[in-house]
């Protein structure tokens, strides 16, 4: 079956500009995850859905990120006032159930902040 | 604070040869672990776990190792084929509510024939 999708797969950008990064999660899975991974680092927890309701926003780095699902598909993270800093690969991940330690990865959007 | 360490940046092994991959952690509350494997251009892909109850995990070619003590996990493979080669990902995870992963830096594992 169809795994999670992510578009665009590259994002180049000037600074300052808001950018929109989406995310096709397989469907039926209620839990949703967005991660980056910026060069050398390992991947980084931003944000987690179960249905559309976020319960852990821990991980976004400021207020210039937000997130958005609807339902229990689509999700969209957007990145207003983009800066240098930013330039990473953002990873959404999706798994059937909450509880469930296995998370199945999109290929990924390459955000270059120019 | 980097809670889960892997300090080798790269491994290189033969074909036929063990590759042994290292992981540390910090955090007590960790209860369960996870192995990702990463080609290039691609999302992780989930290779094998190990609860906090177990000190080890089989799977085909691939083992995982707990040592709870020493808070360390290692990943062996046997034998090493080079279509293993890719980026190793080692994950942590204490649970919340939900599995929130805390991921290492990687390994990049180099196999060659």
């Known amino acids: 079956g169809a795994g999670v999708s992510q578009s665009p797969s590259n994002k180049v950008t000037e600074k300052g500009k808001d950018v929109e990064l989406r995310c096709d999660p397989i469907?039926?899975?209620?839990?949703l995850y967005w991660y980056r991974q910026r060069l050398g680092q390992g991947l980084e927890f931003l944000i987690y859905?179960?249905?559309?309701?976020?319960?852990?926003k821990s991980g976004l780095p400021s207020d210039r990120f937000s997130a958005e699902r609807t339902g229990e598909s689509v999700s969209t993270l957007t990145i207003q006032r983009t800066q240098q800093e930013d330039s990473a690969v953002y990873l959404c991940?999706?798994?059937?159930?909450?509880?469930?330690?296995?998370?199945?990865f999109g290929p990924g959007t390459r955000l270059t902040v120019t | 604070d980097q809670q889960v360490k892997q300090n080798s940046p790269s491994l290189s092994v033969q074909e036929g040869r063990i590759s042994i991959l290292n992981c540390d952690y910090t955090?007590?509350?960790?209860?369960?672990f996870l192995w990702y494997k990463k080609y290039p251009a691609e999302g992780p892909t989930f290779l094998i776990s190990i609860s906090s109850i177990k000190d080890k995990n089989e799977d085909g070619r691939f083992t995982v190792f707990l040592n709870k003590s020493a808070k360390h996990l290692s990943l062996h493979i046997v034998p090493s084929q080079p279509g293993d080669s890719a980026v190793y990902f080692c994950a942590a995870s204490a649970y919340t509510g939900f599995q929130k992963l805390v991921f290492g830096t990687g390994t990049r594992l180099l196999v060659s024939p």
């Open positions: 955090n007590s509350m960790f209860d369960y």
């Open positions: 991940a999706s798994s059937p159930i909450p509880q469930g330690y296995e998370q199945y």
């Open positions: 469907s039926g899975h209620t839990a």
């Open positions: 859905f179960q249905g559309n309701s976020a319960p852990d």
